[in-house]
């Protein structure tokens, strides 16, 4: 499976924006890309998906590189409700038709107020 | 709208022993896949179902098995189980079709599973 690789770890403070990078260089043409974010004892919470033009939506935008080799995650103004782990993800088809998701190690984001 | 829902949230058990996991998705959605999340990684993909059949299976031994019910609930089984089994097991439902593109798959809190 291709894979993402991310920080282990980023800080930000509270009110400003938050990039957060994620390479998958052996991203295939059909695997979306996708961001979700983990609080402690919660499952993952969906945050923004994209195949190649960049997405906004209420929560996030999500850019992605021109070669699909790489994307970007950005918080516009982050809050202490922000601080979390967020994943970069591979929506992968598989050939049964079923679409799994392939995460990677994840960025352990803290807010400092 | 009650989001997915898993029981129980906490599970222990002995080596050796079978475990079973229960999962109801939102409501009007067809499929559910099951995740395992070793303490300190990332989730990783064990199924997926979709109308009651089996659509996708990850790298994972037959002791693992899972099936979805009519009501699109579904129940993973853990058979023989091992040390190495202790994680946080989660689930996921979706609307079918299983390519449309904004396809997403919403997660409950999970089962946390430890084996002694």
């Known amino acids: 499976d291709a894979k993402t690789t991310q920080p282990n770890s980023m800080e930000s403070n509270e009110e400003e924006p938050v990039h957060l990078p994620c390479n998958h260089s052996?991203?295939?043409?059909?695997?979306?890309i996708h961001w979700y974010r983990q609080l402690p004892s919660q499952g993952p919470e969906y945050v923004i998906h994209g195949l190649t033009s960049n997405v906004n939506n209420r929560m996030a935008s999500l850019a992605i590189a021109e070669d699909r080799k790489s994307s970007t995650l950005i918080l516009h103004r982050a809050t202490l409700r922000d601080a979390a782990v967020y994943y970069c993800?591979?929506?992968?088809?598989?050939?049964?038709?079923?679409?799994?998701?392939?995460f990677g190690q994840g960025t352990r984001l803290t807010i400092n107020p | 709208d009650a989001g997915v829902t898993q029981s129980p949230t906490h599970l222990i058990k002995t080596r050796g022993q079978q475990v079973t996991l229960r999962c109801s998705p939102i409501s009007g959605h067809k499929s559910v896949s099951w995740y395992q999340q070793v303490l300190g990684q990332g989730p990783q993909f064990i199924f997926q179902y979709y109308e009651k059949e089996e659509r996708g299976r990850g790298n994972f031994p037959d002791r693992f098995s899972a099936r979805q019910f009519p009501n699109y609930s579904s129940e993973l089984n853990v058979n023989a189980l091992l040390l190495g089994d202790s994680a946080l097991y989660l689930c996921a439902s979706s609307r079918g079709p299983l390519r449309v593109a904004k396809n997403i798959q919403y997660f409950g809190a999970g089962t946390r599973l430890s084996v002694l």
């Open positions: 993800i591979l929506r992968i088809v598989l050939i049964q038709g079923a679409q799994k998701l392939v």
């Open positions: 052996t991203i295939s043409g059909t695997d979306y």
